[in-house]
């Protein structure tokens, strides 16, 4: 399975920005879908995911309504919603999945995704 992720960029703080991720199965509903972002010099975050098998989702603390992450199965992608961005936000996103978790009791560790995008740029700045 490959993921391509979509919909990075440059944004002022404040705005918000929307993030892609579409993998290559026919199997979409089987995964459960992170997003994990990594900043220059810090560990890896993960901000938000999703279980499309039944539809739950978990959030970070520090993205906890401001992101919201969400599926549409006709179209085969998983988005984040990114609002009230801060500078603090900045990072590489990557979408990673995972096959077969529900995420009621949390985010799978970043480790524990089976196969991760190449990840897309977030800068927030003014």
């Known amino acids: 399975v490959q993921l391509v992720e979509s919909g990075g960029g440059l944004v002022q703080p404040g705005g918000s920005l929307r993030l892609s991720c579409a993998p290559s199965?026919?199997?979409?509903?089987?995964?459960?879908y992170g997003w994990i972002r990594q900043a220059p010099g810090k560990e890896r975050e993960g901000v938000a995911c999703?279980?499309?098998?039944?539809?739950?989702?978990t959030y970070a603390n520090s993205v906890k309504g401001r992101f919201t992450i969400s599926s549409d199965i006709e179209k085969n992608t998983v988005y984040l919603e990114m609002s009230s961005l801060e500078p603090e936000d900045t990072a590489m996103y990557y979408c990673?999945?995972?096959?077969?978790?529900?995420?009621?009791?949390?985010?799978?560790?970043?480790?524990?995704?089976?196969?991760w995008g190449k990840g897309i740029q977030v800068t927030v700045s003014s």
């Open positions: 990673a999945i995972r096959l077969g978790v529900t995420v009621l009791g949390g985010c799978p560790r970043p480790m524990d995704y089976d196969t």
């Open positions: 199965t026919a199997h979409f509903d089987d995964y459960a």
């Open positions: 999703i279980s499309i098998a039944d539809r739950s989702t």
